[in-house]
């Protein structure tokens, strides 16, 4: 059962989504202001996390970073009634995973949850052997691509799913530069062109978990006025 968790303060809009999207395979909870859906977020696990941008109470982006900031990473769908494309790149920078500009189509939410929700289930019939998504090894860390888990020294590390999506891409082509932009298509697509402060963000967020000194990276390595690439060392 996939637990969807709505923070949206429209009552009319949270029961728009919970109608489109609740089956006999997912189930919706909806919180109608940021202070109940911070602690609802918090305290138990959901497969996705709906949050609006503007709510009463806490706001969505500061829901969106404390929660990051407690290493809690449950894939977020940001809406937003805003047209700025500041509220946009706030929203990715803080660690949401998506967005959607209200108003908005059912279809155009039900393929963006889709799509959030496939990334996150581990398809094991679809797997036929360890060599389609092999663990790497990388010094201290291993990276074990069908269980989306990392480890490092031993110990698991709590990455986003893009952060984790970020890390399989650089450690699969070791020593390959990408640029803010190729990151951008490849781990966001093409409709975020023009958000590559969004790559950075991410970037420092994943070295802050990996890297002893994030500072003097050893895992993702800048390529000064291209982009990152993994270490090849």
Known sequence: MVQILVVEDDVHIAELVTINLEDDQTALKSCYNGNEGFIEASTNAYDLIILDLMLPGKKGLDICRELRASNINTPILMLTSKSDEIDKILG???GADDYITKPFSIRELQARVKAI??????????????E?????????????????????EGQRLNLTPKEF???CLLA???GKTYSRAQLL???WGYEFEGYEHTVNSHINRLRAKIEQDPGNPEYILTTWG?????SES
């Open 226 to 230: 291209v982009g990152y690439r993994f």
């Open 92 to 94: 990715l920078e803080t």
């Open 185 to 187: 298509h490849r781990i």
């Open 117 to 130: 929700i496939r990334r996150q289930t581990l398809d094991t019939k679809t797997a036929t052997s360890e």
């Open 165 to 167: 999506e970020l890390l």
């Open 132 to 152: 389609d998504l092999p663990v790497l090894t990388r010094k201290e860390l291993v990276i074990n691509q069908e269980m989306r888990k990392v480890e490092l």
């Open 172 to 174: 699969n082509n070791v």
